[in-house]
């Protein structure tokens, strides 16, 4: 069935490490796809996005990659911070006018000092 | 600028009670969304309101699950009657106008015994 789904439910990286956090969507009409953030308690938090006419876009001290072959989209993270520890949402947009997000499982990052 | 509020933020009920949620979006913008989500999942749309009007409510269950967005602005989610099933963190989201950003609130963490 269509979904949006990461490949790792956790991950664990050392302070200052480069973090990469991988999603598969099964949907080639999506057109958008958003990183989000959840902290523990917490709503989740925008970071990133990309639309499908795009291959990478960079943020501060993020990147995501958008591999539309193989219907893959991907978050790295430079020099990964204890404040990095949250749990990654990739999420696509399968709606025309641009709002209805659906949203993967999630990966949890563990940041270790 | 005041993020998206929700209230309550936890509430305990036994089975068969009712309960209900509120959201109060980010001022102007009139895209309101409500979304559950399950311990370890990711959010699932419940339910879209451009303005007033319920755009999307296919995931909704309509049976024990209503909402409403009289003004366009503010928003109440109700359940009644709550089953075990229901436990989970309901969270509202609101978007600006033709944009797939969605700003989220921190949530209503709901259990019921």
């Known amino acids: 069935g269509e979904s949006v789904g990461l490949h790792l439910p956790t991950l664990s990286v050392q302070e200052g490490d480069n973090s990469i956090i991988n999603c598969a969507y099964s949907?080639?009409?999506?057109?958008?796809f958003i990183w989000y953030k959840q902290e523990s308690g917490k709503g989740p938090q925008f970071i990133i996005d990309?639309?499908?006419?795009?291959d990478k876009r960079q943020g501060q001290r993020v990147t995501v990659l958008l591999n539309k072959t193989v219907k893959h989209l991907s978050l790295q993270i430079a020099a990964t911070q204890p404040g990095d520890s949250a749990v990654y949402f990739c999420?696509?947009?399968?709606?025309?006018?641009?709002?209805?997000?659906?949203f993967g499982k999630g990966t949890t990052l563990s940041v270790s000092s | 600028e005041a993020g998206v509020v929700q209230s309550p933020r936890y509430k305990i009920i036994e089975k068969k009670q009712p309960v209900a949620f509120w959201c109060n979006p980010i001022?102007?913008?009139?895209?309101l969304y409500w979304y559950r989500q399950n311990l370890g999942q990711g959010p699932e749309l419940l339910i879209r309101?451009?303005?007033?009007?319920?755009?999307?409510d296919s995931q909704l269950p309509k049976d024990r699950f209503s909402a409403e967005r009289l003004k366009g602005v503010d928003s109440t989610l109700k359940i009644q009657p709550a089953e075990l099933g229901d436990s989970a963190v309901y969270l509202c989201?609101?978007?600006?106008?033709?944009?797939?950003?969605?700003?989220f609130g921190e949530g209503s963490r709901l259990t019921v015994l």
């Open positions: 989201a609101s978007s600006p106008v033709n944009t797939g950003e969605l700003f």
């Open positions: 949907n080639s009409a999506s057109d958008y």
């Open positions: 990309i639309r499908s006419n795009m």
């Open positions: 999420a696509e947009n399968r709606d025309q006018a641009g709002t209805a997000l659906i």
């Open positions: 001022s102007g913008h009139n895209t």
């Open positions: 309101y451009e303005n007033e009007e319920a755009v999307d």
